[in-house]
């Protein structure tokens, strides 16, 4: 209600990658007030010191149909079923919680749900993990990644990051250089 407003008399406008800039500019933001500034990481605190890695694919994120659970789920299960010896690991809660763990154990996949943690324990498994998998999923509404810090966190902790191509995560995650970008919602890449 107050969009005109704030898009008048604000003197600055920060987004967080050039995808979310863009859509402030599609909203009607002054394009020389928009400026982009990046999330940092703390690379002293997701680093690669103690990595003992294990066949282990994590999920870290809220459980809600944006973040791509069920596509994390289903892909996991593909790489379980042509013989590849993984287990992932759901770092997170939310209101698709339960709906995924159905999924999971319909489909048999080896998934172990340990809730929702804090900083220290989300680099303890960052740091015991191969790869990091957030399938975030472009919505209908339009809803996609503005950024996504935690794949930031998992590159500083030394991890390759599988996702889909959407949002601001292409300018998270370098294509085939720090990870593998999907088109968005074809899990059997994501496999």
């Not at 500083?156 to 968005?184: K, Q």
Request: net charge positive; charged share 25%.
């Amino acid at each position: 209600r107050t969009r005109a407003k704030l898009q008048t008399f604000g003197s600055r406008f920060i987004a967080v990658s050039a995808f979310v800039r863009r859509k402030l500019l599609e909203r009607g933001f002054p394009d020389e007030r928009v400026i982009i500034h990046y999330i940092g990481v703390d690379t002293r605190f997701f680093s690669t010191a103690h990595a003992v890695r294990e066949p282990l694919i994590l999920f870290v994120g809220r459980l809600i149909e944006q973040k791509g659970i069920t596509d994390f789920i289903r892909a996991l299960t593909e790489l379980q079923r042509s013989g590849i010896a993984v287990h992932g690991v759901v770092v997170g809660s939310g209101p698709a919680e339960a709906d995924a763990k159905q999924l999971a154990r319909s489909l048999d996949a080896a998934i172990t749900f340990v809730g929702a943690q804090p900083p220290h324990e989300v680099r303890r498994w960052m740091q015991r993990c191969q790869i990091f998998c957030v399938p975030s999923r472009r919505m209908p509404s339009g809803a996609e990644e503005g950024f996504g810090l935690v794949f930031a966190e998992a590159q500083a902790a030394g991890l390759p990051v599988v996702s889909y191509a959407n949002g601001g995560i292409v300018e998270a995650v370098a294509d085939r250089l720090t990870g593998f970008l999907a088109p968005d919602g074809d899990w059997r890449q994501i496999a």
